[in-house]
């Protein structure tokens, strides 16, 4: 994608107008019309959503379960869109459902996280949308593959299709984890070092999976600076046929909303500044003297593995290493510092380690520099 394209795009444009995150709200599925009107009105009167998402055609883990009402539920969203002007946005999946999507005038689709694991199923979906001039937000897949969430979104740029927003919605995990779909921020955080341009959305319902976990996700995007939040909003959350569990009412919408800080993205306060400048010439130099400090003890490593060679003597040294995952961490604790962030940073400092050493006693190098391949 190019990370320079010109930002003037449907959903820039709206960013520009409000100044503010955009608020994409509306159920995990139409059900109804009554539903489907009920809250588009309530979103309206509360006047803080800026489009109005539904799901027409759901896709399931388990065959079985609530599929959606399909292109039946298409005349209820014009309805809903007629009465309060919202923009409606719908998930696609395949070319039939962008046919009958744009026909029945929908104005922003959406590609789901099952469908954006899927090239073939994506390169369909941007054929059929190419020269429509219709805005997309692609989520993020299922799994954790930065790659492929940007392969997606380039996919229908190349289709011409540039009005373009990236949804992050989390990703599957095996393990236990207090999220539906676990957040991990740095991937989100790399999409958009990439493409500064690309507006991204938070979607805490699908990551949370959870009424309560809504507020803490929305906060944590907000401060990171999301361009804006897809939450799902129900008008009786606990009977809802998809996704019970994370939709809140419109009323609760508005609360939450009320209750988010929106920070200021800088300040122009003469002192903010002055100290802010302040203390990153200070991170400077503290950068500085860890690199230096680095520095000192690669060299000791390398002096090590000289020694090694000399006395034919193996790179890994388990019980060395075993105490150094042990006392770290813990010294780290007495000087303020997490646990788990020092354990992770001597993983990485073990890796360049042995790489180092590797180059001593064997000189070749396997990987370069703390790769985490499986040449360690
Ligand atoms: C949805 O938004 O209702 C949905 C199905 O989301 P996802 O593709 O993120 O699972
Ligand atoms: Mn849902």
Redesign the pocket.
Known sequence: MENTAPADTFFTRRLAQKGQPLIIAGP??AESEEQVLTVARALKAAGQADMY?A?IW??RTKPGGFEGRGAAALPWLQAARAETGLPMAI?VATPKHVEDALRHGIDVL?I????TVNPFAVQELADALAGTGTPVMV?NP?NPDLALWAGALERLERAGITDLAA?H?GFSTFAPSRYR?APTWAIPIELKTRYPQLPLIN?P??IGGARDLLLPIAQKALDLDYDGL?I?THPDPDHAL??AAQQVTPARLQELLSELKYRYRSSDNADYRNKAEELRQKMDTADHEILEMLARRMALIQELAEYKKENNVKILQLERWQEIFKTRPEWGRKLNIDEKFVGELYKLIHIESIRQQTQVLNGRPIDGPTHLGPGL
């Open positions: 995990c599925s998402r799901g759901k896709p998930e959406w789901g996280a099952r469908t989520k299922v949804i919605r779909n979607d319902s699908h897809i799902e998809s996704d």
